[in-house]
């Protein structure tokens, strides 16, 4: 009863609101079995205040004045058009982060399980994708105002059942698992992760097979909404708005961006809305590529033209499924800063540190002016010969001091070949490199050696020389990598040269028989024993 009371006194004055709890509650309890509840939000009004008032969210009705002429729509209209399941089919497209729109779907169940008690199923680009929207509602319901009389027992970690009938489940990223079960509102989450199908890229694995599945439940109508960053120019999102363009799926897009969710005062009603501070905006921008922030932030299209690396071989290079250590497969993201250290093999897992045993190479490009500075470390003495990607690090210019203490440590962690970008580095810099590497003058433009090295790593990647965990920093650099960055007016990403002067050591590895493809090195299992 506690929680009533403290439900009451949030709500002073939404009489309806206090009359359907009294209601839902007492008609739960007389019966003890799943009810449909009559009362539900009926009106865009009505389910607005049912949010506020129970689940303590202001959802922004109003499209920032930016974005009128883009066709951008406010958040709550999406959110409003599911519950209501005005079209059997939403396409949500925001910005990665700052949009919320795993957070509006999270949010989304809550009133679509306790007013209208209906299944949720809930299905990510990944598990951790999935759970992640669930864990933000599970923890709408620690709210003070959440009514935690529909629980049946706590939320498990893939689960939470309410006694109106209203439950929600996270399924597993798999084809088995997203035809399981018939709950009417289906939510996939992160829709650009989901792989195509080999054979017929117009297909969407998981995707295609979860979309078949939602069905009426006690006069509830099916609903499913598609939530998503459109960030490949070969991907699910691509294949999505092919087939709504050409009629073949009936579906209403939704596109919203930070701009929407900013903190503003309303030009309709003069009050404050949106939540997202400028502050957080800047912090968002500095943290990210250029790339990515234009193409994930300000929504700009991924564009396939002029791109110079094949799009699969750097999904492969780049692979959110990476696992072959027994890791856990998904992205790091490789912020400004960020050091991001991969299993050398299982040995790794017991002792948190590289077997010196494996050869090792690095290759590092400088920040000068404006760049960044990225070290990158491959471990080459695998059964394949495919290189695999154990250490990776970017951050702004600072100090010399510093960045070269940054090489130092990392050769000295991974001992072997190292190479760096010397082009116009002075004897003082120079002294303070205290390992061994190879001094590689790049030139600019189209000097030799730079073309050959770029070349080279870019043949390698095509051919799967190089694989490793997905760092979706250093996939942009090489996903969006176009011959002007390479050859023109633009600068090739200090990741990609990184890259390539590592590579540009393989002939020089003390292995001989090392190439790709080629049965040379110990098990690729070795320490899992
Ligand atoms: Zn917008
Ligand atoms: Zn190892």
Redesign the pocket.
Known sequence: MAVMVEVDARRAGDIDGILRDVKLTGKVREQGRPALIMNAPQTDDELWRYVRDTWGIELVREVHPDCINKGHEAPFTAFASAYFARDETALWIGSRGLAGKTYLMALLALPETTTLGAGVALIGGSLDQSKLAYEYTTSFWELASAPRHLLIGEPTTRELKLTNGGNEYVHAASSKSARGGHRPRLRLDEADEFDLNKNDPDMIKVLDDAMGQPMEQRGLHPQTVISSTHHYAKGAVTVLLKRIAEGELDAHKYTWCYKESLRRRSDATGEMIGWLSQAEVRRMRGRMRKKQFEVEVELQEPSVEGRVIDSDAVNNMFNPAYNR?LLPPGTRQGIRGEYIEV??????LKTLT??L??TYVTGCDWGRKRDLTAIVTY?TDTATGQWWLVAWWSDHKMPWPLLTEHLNQRVRRFPGRAAHDATGLGDVVDSMITVSVDPVILGGGQSGVRTKLFNDYIMAIEQDGLTGVRVEAAWYSHYYLTKNDLWGSGHPPDDFVAGALAWGLRSELIDPGLQIGGPVGPSVV??LR
């Not at 299993?343 to 790794?348: A, D, F, L, Q």
């Open positions: 250590v299993p050398c093999c299982g040995e790794y590289p077997c045993s494996h471990r070795e320490g």
